[in-house]
């Protein structure tokens, strides 16, 4: 990281052009300025292979942001609160971790009025294309930022994508599931400072 005398610290290769469900759309590890980017394969782009729960390098108050989108769902509850505690420790004051995961308040929703489970399936439990994309945890808004206040971020708040500095780069922060033939958008968006 000192290498790239990079300002942030980013959990977002692999980041989809398309939309969830659209794999001929994915596009694998774009490079977005300032940001260092991990991730457990080793995509185009991937500065560090790695879990983003591994910060043992990373000193404790070291980066001013860290942007993880449907990333934090592929682990399990444990690893989650790890991480984000973990997370928690490598932003300096005032730092900003902004997620995305799928929504299972949004997803539950939609089950209820239409009872079709196939189109929602990815959302749920993953894509399941390669080893690794299964989903292991869940969210909803109340839960998450329960999650983000346990481990010490204080103010907690939606944001909207794109995600400033990230305008033109299209990731599943607006992913989308069509139901009956309507689209939905079914991300959380949630940021948290420290
Ligand atoms: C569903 S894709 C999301 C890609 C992109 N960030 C987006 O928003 O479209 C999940 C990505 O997270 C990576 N990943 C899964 N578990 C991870 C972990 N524990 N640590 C780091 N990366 C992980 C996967 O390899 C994959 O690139």
Redesign the pocket.
């Known amino acids: 990281m000192v290498a790239h005398s990079a300002q942030a610290l980013a959990?977002?290769?692999?980041?989809?052009g398309g939309r969830?469900g659209a794999p001929a759309h994915r596009v694998?590890g774009v490079d977005v300025s300032g940001f260092i980017n991990?991730?457990?394969?080793p995509?185009p782009n991937v500065h560090w292979v790695?879990?983003?729960?591994q910060m043992e390098l990373v000193p404790s108050a070291g980066v001013d942001l860290i942007y993880?989108?449907?990333?934090l769902e592929?682990?399990s509850m444990e690893?989650v609160r790890h991480?984000l505690a973990e997370w928690f420790r490598v932003l300096k004051p005032g730092g900003l971790l902004r997620l995305?995961v799928p929504d299972f308040a949004k997803i539950a929703n939609l089950y209820q009025k239409s009872r079709n489970l196939e189109p929602l399936l990815g959302a749920l439990m993953?894509?399941q294309s390669y080893e690794?994309?299964f989903h292991q945890a869940a969210f909803d808004g109340v839960y998450l930022e329960d999650l983000l206040r346990e481990v010490g971020f204080s103010i907690v708040r939606e944001w909207k994508p794109p995600a400033p500095g990230m305008e033109g780069v299209r990731?599943?922060?607006t992913?989308t599931v069509t139901v009956n033939g309507v689209e939905h958008l079914i991300s959380l968006n949630v940021e948290a400072v420290k």
């Open positions: 959990t977002q290769s692999g980041l989809l969830q694998r991990v991730d457990v394969q995509l790695r879990g983003a729960w993880a989108s449907h990333v592929h682990m690893c991480t995305s993953g894509g690794g994309n990731d599943s922060s992913a």
